[in-house]
T-cell receptor, first 114, second 116 residues
């Protein structure tokens, strides 16, 4: 069965500094990968997804994630964070041969420091 | 606004009681998923329905049950509540029965359940 590990439960970073949120997965088959974001007091929203093709995927608000098959990773990065990026970020995986459910990591809380 | 509506927003009840959480999916979405979010377990998949039929089951306790009605709204029933059931319960919906196939999950804002 697939699983997702987000190594950091919290990541503090200064405003305008770069950030990387780490995500590793395990699966015996090929996967789809996702990052969801949860702003305070809201539900989760899809940030970006990797289904196939280019291993680098981007979101509209400056985040990007790179699928690395050999390292089974899908780390999320942003070159310069803003206070509005304060949220919890969830990595998720779905196996391509039975993608009727998505498994989420435990989440990483991003704290932006002024 | 995701278009997914969950009621109530907050629920406080005592141990041993039973509660029902309700979810209305986004218009046009046929799949409904239930997740439990707690500090120690993170976001746990409970169960999925597609067009009224149970489609997938995750870490759902026997004390919990769910159903999806003909109008596609769904209810999650939690019975014999324990302190450890206190959590945020999310409903999500998607168009297809396979959320990853060009059909992302749309989440509601959740129901916060507190068991005292």
């Amino acid at each position: 069965a697939q699983s997702v590990t987000q190594l950091d439960s919290q990541v503090p970073v200064f405003e305008e500094a770069p950030v990387e949120l780490r995500c590793n997965y395990s699966s015996s088959v090929s996967v789809y990968l996702f990052w969801y974001v949860q702003y305070p007091n809201q539900g989760l929203q899809l940030l970006l997804k990797y289904l196939s093709g280019s291993t680098l995927v981007e979101s509209i608000n400056g985040f990007e994630a790179e699928f690395n098959k050999s390292q089974t990773s899908f780390h999320l990065r942003k070159p310069s964070v803003h206070i509005s990026d304060t949220a919890e970020y969830f990595c998720a995986v779905s196996e391509t041969n039975r993608d009727d459910k998505i498994i989420f990591g435990k989440g990483t809380r991003l704290h932006i420091l002024p | 606004d995701s278009g997914v509506t969950q009621t109530p927003k907050h629920l406080i009840t005592a141990t041993g009681q039973r509660v029902t959480l309700r979810c209305s999916p986004r218009s046009g979405d046929l799949s409904v998923y239930w997740y439990q979010q707690s500090l120690d377990q993170g976001l746990q998949f409970l169960i999925q329905y597609y067009n009224g039929e149970e489609r997938a089951k995750g870490n759902i306790l026997e004390r919990f049950s769910a159903q999806q009605f003909p109008d596609l709204h769904s209810e999650l029933n939690l019975s014999s509540l324990e302190l450890g059931d206190s959590a945020l319960y999310f409903c999500a919906s998607s168009v297809e029965n396979r959320p990853s196939y060009n059909s992302p999950l749309h989440f509601g804002n959740g129901t916060r359940l507190t068991v005292t």
